[in-house]
């Protein structure tokens, strides 16, 4: 495992084919990056460049539009579309996050089981319109990060001594979102409560990011409080743990506080996507050998835990809650 600046860098190789002594290398090398530092890169990780950079270019073209032309595909109930920027305020935070961004998951028609069951954030995608690219782009992304996610999650069952195969049953419909992300330029000036992103945590199980090379991701480092820059690394994805893994894994590993400043004098852009569970899945420690007696937390569904996080800290739930 070689290292950029603090962050190491973890090759998965090897990983997809099934190679024994990969996945073995590539566990250790999670294992130690969760619980010394809390973010890691991967390379060789299996997301084609040529579906990156479909996806980026097709993303600078839409968050060119005028506002009044992304506003038509708005955010709906299920989550999926057009978040305009000050729709997301982090908790703890004082301000809205400097930032659009598009949100999309797993393309359910209405008729589907799940749907049917009444599942929160399941359904369609909606997609504009005008811009047959924009979703022929963001499909390929979203298909192809999901195998690197159920990949990872291999890799990561080793880091926990567990079956590799463990998580593969709890991922039959997962609650994948992947987010397309825009971050205007940020003034000098700014103040200092003013974020791309405020300090947080993420909700879920394991998130996939691509960066561009803006920068602007800075980590806390875990115990030491020191905040550190995730620059951009060709070929690799970003890689950190959620709440939810964090609390599965009954804290052996920990979901690391991060956050994004772009004083670049740039536009940054970044695909992030967060690679959760069935909704229904059951997260419990227990499942991953810890002893009943050490057991930290409860049983929860993986859906519940997510939508409570999702609910807190989206303007546009808050406004439908006090309705």
Same mark, same amino acid.
């Given at each position: 495992?070689?290292?950029?600046?603090?962050?190491?860098?973890? !090759?998965?190789?090897?990983?997809?084919?099934?190679?024994?002594?990969?996945?073995?290398?590539?566990?250790?090398?999670? =294992? =130690?990056?969760?619980?010394?530092?809390? #973010?890691?890169?991967?390379?060789?990780?299996?997301?084609?460049?040529?579906?990156?950079?479909?996806?980026?270019?097709?993303?600078?073209?839409?968050?060119? %539009?005028?506002?009044?032309? @992304?506003?038509?595909?708005?955010?709906?109930?299920?989550?999926?579309?057009?978040?305009? @920027?000050?729709?997301?305020?982090?908790?703890?935070?004082?301000?809205? !996050?400097? @930032?659009?961004?598009?949100?999309?998951?797993?393309?359910?028609?209405?008729? !589907?089981? &799940?749907?049917?069951?009444?599942?929160?954030?399941?359904?369609?995608?909606?997609?504009?319109?005008?811009?047959?690219?924009?979703?022929?782009?963001?499909?390929?992304?979203?298909?192809?990060?999901?195998? &690197?996610?159920? !990949?990872?999650?291999?890799?990561?069952?080793?880091?926990?001594?567990?079956?590799?195969?463990?998580?593969?049953?709890?991922?039959?419909?997962?609650?994948?979102?992947?987010?397309?992300?825009?971050?205007?330029?940020?003034?000098?000036?700014?103040?200092?409560?003013?974020?791309?992103?405020?300090?947080?945590? $993420?909700?879920? &199980?394991?998130?996939? %990011?691509?960066?561009?090379?803006?920068?602007?991701?800075?980590?806390?480092?875990?115990?030491?409080? =020191?905040?550190?820059?995730?620059?951009?690394?060709?070929?690799?994805?970003?890689?950190?743990?959620?709440?939810?893994?964090?609390?599965?894994?009954?804290? =052996? #590993?920990?979901?690391?506080?991060?956050?994004?400043?772009?004083?670049?004098?740039?536009?940054?852009?970044?695909? /992030?996507?967060?690679? $959760?569970?069935?909704?229904?899945?059951?997260? $419990?420690? /227990?499942?991953?050998?810890?002893?009943?007696?050490?057991?930290?937390?409860?049983?929860?569904?993986?859906?519940?835990?997510?939508?409570?996080?999702?609910?807190?800290?989206?303007?546009?739930?808050?406004?439908?809650?006090?309705?």
């Amino acid at each position: 495992m070689t290292q950029t600046t603090s962050i190491p860098l973890v !090759d998965m190789s090897g990983v997809r084919e099934g190679d024994a002594a990969s996945l073995a290398r590539a566990g250790e090398a999670i =294992r =130690r990056a969760c619980t010394e530092v809390g #973010f890691f890169y991967i390379v060789n990780h299996g997301l084609p460049q040529t579906v990156i950079d479909t996806a980026l270019e097709t993303a600078h073209d839409f968050f060119a %539009l005028p506002l009044e032309r @992304k506003v038509e595909v708005a955010v709906n109930k299920r989550h999926r579309g057009f978040h305009r @920027k000050g729709g997301a305020t982090m908790y703890q935070a004082t301000r809205p !996050d400097e @930032k659009e961004f598009y949100s999309m998951g797993l393309d359910l028609p209405e008729d !589907d089981p &799940c749907v049917l069951a009444g599942e929160a954030l399941r359904g369609p995608n909606q997609w504009p319109a005008f811009m047959p690219e924009w979703q022929r782009a963001m499909d390929a992304y979203f298909a192809e990060v999901g195998r &690197c996610g159920a !990949d990872l999650l291999r890799a990561v069952a080793v880091s926990l001594e567990i079956d590799p195969e463990f998580f593969a049953a709890k991922y039959t419909k997962p609650l994948q979102r992947t987010q397309a992300v825009y971050y205007p330029v940020q003034p000098d000036d700014r103040p200092e409560d003013q974020f791309g992103v405020a300090p947080h945590t $993420d909700y879920g &199980c394991i998130t996939l %990011l691509y960066q561009d090379d803006v920068g602007g991701l800075q980590v806390r480092e875990l115990g030491s409080e =020191r905040w550190i820059d995730a620059p951009f690394v060709p070929g690799s994805l970003v890689v950190n743990v959620g709440d939810l893994l964090a609390r599965w894994s009954n804290d =052996r #590993f920990l979901s690391t506080m991060h956050r994004v400043i772009n004083a670049s004098g740039r536009e940054r852009y970044s695909i /992030a996507t967060f690679y $959760d569970p069935d909704y229904a899945a059951i997260v $419990d420690p /227990a499942d991953l050998g810890v002893a009943s007696e050490a057991v930290k937390y409860p049983p929860v569904a993986a859906g519940d835990y997510i939508l409570g996080r999702i609910d807190a800290s989206m303007s546009y739930r808050k406004q439908a809650a006090g309705s």
